[in-house]
């Protein structure tokens, strides 16, 4: 079955840890994108990429990285300098600009 | 500034009452609304892409309609498993950027 595989469903980071969320895609999409979700807010767009080796900011990429190695592929790295990492994080995607995108399950963050 | 707004932030229905959520944008050149259904720790599961005034998508006990301004999204004769969170989401450009309302709880009570 297609779809979009995010590991690990649950993180926890202890302070000055960088940690790396995964997002796997077999549908063959070229876009990709990560939100965080915050309690009572809508998703907010960290990063995005068309295609591979290229990748912008979103509203909120301080505190975040990407790359984009690999078309299935769209690794996040939340670093050390997110001071407030405790959210959902969802990784999508799409196959052009005025279509549906389509979610993982998200990955969960916690401060140790 | 692109703008998302969803009303009511909570809804309480009975099975079987039907009702409608809200979703008003400001966005200059709307290429797509979308809605979701999310539930409690899982990714968004699409429902619906709206392009154009008039339109209307249907699917079981739901059915969307857009305006210029706003869409609804009409919930009949609600079950319980109709309950979820449901966002909507506009994007206005193409590179695929969405924005997101933050959503319109719903409760279907037995």
């Known amino acids: 079955d297609g779809g979009i595989t995010q590991s690990p469903k649950y993180l926890f980071r202890k302070e000055g840890q960088n940690v790396t969320l995964s997002c796997e895609q077999n549908l063959n999409h070229d876009a990709m994108y990560w939100y965080r979700q915050d309690p009572g807010q809508g998703l907010r767009l960290i990063y995005y990429s068309q295609i591979v080796n290229d990748f912008q900011k979103g509203d909120i990429a301080e505190g975040y990285s990407v790359s984009r190695e690999k078309k299935e592929s769209f690794p996040l790295t939340v670093t050390s300098a997110q001071k407030n990492p405790t959210a959902f994080y969802l990784c999508?995607?799409?196959?052009?600009?005025?279509?549906?995108?389509?979610f993982g399950d998200g990955t969960r963050l916690s401060i140790l | 500034e692109d703008q998302v707004t969803q009303s009511p932030e909570a809804l309480r229905l009975q099975e079987g009452e039907s009702s409608s959520l809200n979703c008003s944008y400001t966005v200059s050149g709307l290429r797509g609304l979308f809605w979701y259904r999310q539930d409690p720790g899982k990714g968004p599961e699409f429902l619906f892409t709206l392009y154009s005034a008039g339109e209307e998508k249907e699917k079981e006990r739901l059915k969307a309609t857009l305006t210029k301004k706003e869409s609804f999204l009409h919930i009949t004769a609600p079950k319980p498993e109709d309950s979820a969170t449901y966002l909507c989401?506009?994007?206005?450009?193409?590179?695929?950027?969405?924005?997101f309302g933050a959503g319109t709880q719903v409760v279907v009570t037995p």
């Open positions: 999508a995607s799409t196959i052009g600009g005025d279509q549906p995108q389509h």
């Open positions: 989401a506009v994007t206005a450009d193409s590179w695929g950027k969405f924005q």
